[in-house]
């Protein structure tokens, strides 16, 4: 997640050496129309990397995938700009991130069953929020920390020319915690066991999940994911832009903030993935949709008239936005795990996730260029979410409580 987030950060400087335009929020728009463009590709590395998980095991898959994501991003860095390659500059930085994509979704197929499959029953609430949410926390956190640390010591001009180069490069980091994963990491118990009695000639994962037994499961997801989802890419995800462009802040007075949103990020997603083992994961997820609704068009909206001089009533919208954007999606993880078997949990869950997620990464790209201009933003954002909430409420209104179906 550290990899991915890494765009986000850097998405006002890289937009003109990329994407130029006469008009700032299309500039925008085209950088995040470039990470929809990874999250696009996510369900396509769930087609392939959900049935490996399945077939072959989490562990195998997870280290494979982590180490394609970690080298994808960190050769966003040496990509040539706009001026010095000329149209073959987006090209190639949209072709690598369509790999990234790839590798992600391969990500979210080993990692989203292997955490819950491997700690006891009362822990699986705890661990959907910790991997799904807290995870994300985690990666945001870094991708704070580095965008924070380069932008002190590449400040101003300084930061197009080297320093957005630097963020990418760090990706790195990422392959090289595949060796660590592979070293240290067990296969999940639940894997195991089903590979110990399997039969062969059973039908493959993704026959299984377009069969009439889960056609209706799946699409049941894809409204929780998606309204989840945009909660989350229209909150955290959008915030270090929003603060960039509507509250003009620069990269060392926003890094602060952003690293503390990171952290509430963690505690909010550990609170609500703990909260549905204890009141279950319908109950959960409609109570944070219903307060949803309320609380994040309120903080937006007294967010988008300050400036710099208000730093401390930013920091707090901030961490509220990051609170609740992220509560939403919680208990998603282990909401989907329970509603596959084990022979097609990585594959259904992945897809649901990625496909789910990628249309929530989509809407920041339709928020911001439909705003046209930057005063439009926020009323733009405040809308779609809303729409957001909306969907994720009827998804959790129809579908079945979980808790305790994990097979």
Avoid: C
């Avoid at 930061?159 to 990706?171: A, D, M, N, P, Y």
């Avoid at 639940?190 to 993704?206: A, C, H, N, Y």
């Amino acid at each position: 997640m550290f990899d991915l987030f890494l765009i986000l950060y850097v998405a006002p400087t890289i937009g003109p050496l990329f994407f130029p335009s006469d008009i700032p929020t299309l500039q925008l728009a085209a950088v995040h129309a470039s990470f929809a463009v990874t999250l696009v590709m996510r369900p396509v590395g769930s087609a392939l990397f959900g049935p490996y998980a399945d077939r072959h095991g989490r562990k195998r898959a997870m280290v494979v995938a982590v180490f394609g994501v970690g080298v994808a991003t960190a050769l966003l860095g040496v990509l040539p700009t706009i001026a010095q390659a000329g149209l073959l500059a987006p090209i190639l930085f949209l072709a690598l991130r369509l790999v990234q994509g790839v590798f992600v979704g391969g990500v979210v197929a080993s990692t989203h069953t292997l955490s819950t499959e491997t700690v006891p029953p009362h822990w699986r609430g705890l661990m959907s929020g910790l991997i799904g949410g807290g995870s994300a926390g985690v990666g945001a956190l870094l991708a704070s920390l580095v965008f924070y640390v380069v932008s002190a010591l590449f400040p101003g001009p300084a930061f197009s020319v080297w320093g957005w180069r630097i963020v990418f490069l760090t990706g790195i980091l990422g392959s090289l915690l595949s060796f660590f994963v592979f070293r240290s990491v067990e296969e999940s118990p639940f894997w195991v066991e089903l590979e110990r009695k399997r039969q062969r000639g059973t039908r493959p994962p993704l026959k299984e999940l377009v069969s009439p037994t889960y056609r209706s499961v799946l699409l049941l997801n894809l409204l929780i994911v998606a309204g989840a989802g945009t909660q989350y890419y229209l909150t955290s995800g959008y915030l270090p832009t929003f603060l960039n462009v509507v509250n003009r802040l620069p990269g060392t007075a926003a890094g602060p903030i952003l690293i503390a949103g990171s952290l509430v990020v963690i505690i909010a997603t550990a609170l609500f993935g703990a909260l549905s083992e204890a009141i279950g994961r319908k109950r959960t997820m409609l109570a944070t949709g219903v307060v949803n609704l309320f609380v994040i068009p309120w903080a937006y909206l007294q967010l988008r008239d300050l400036r710099e001089d208000a730093l401390g009533a930013i920091a707090v919208y901030v961490l509220v936005l990051s609170f609740f954007g992220n509560a939403a999606y919680a208990p998603v993880l282990i909401f989907l795990n329970e509603r596959f078997p084990t022979a097609i949990r990585a594959s259904g869950t992945a897809l649901s996730w990625n496909i789910g997620f990628a249309i929530g990464g989509i809407m920041p790209t339709f928020a911001t260029g439909l705003a046209r201009q930057v005063a439009a933003l926020p009323i733009s954002i405040v809308l779609f979410l809303i729409g957001a909430i909306l969907i994720y409420l009827l998804g959790n209104a129809v579908s079945p409580e979980t808790r305790g179906r994990f097979v």
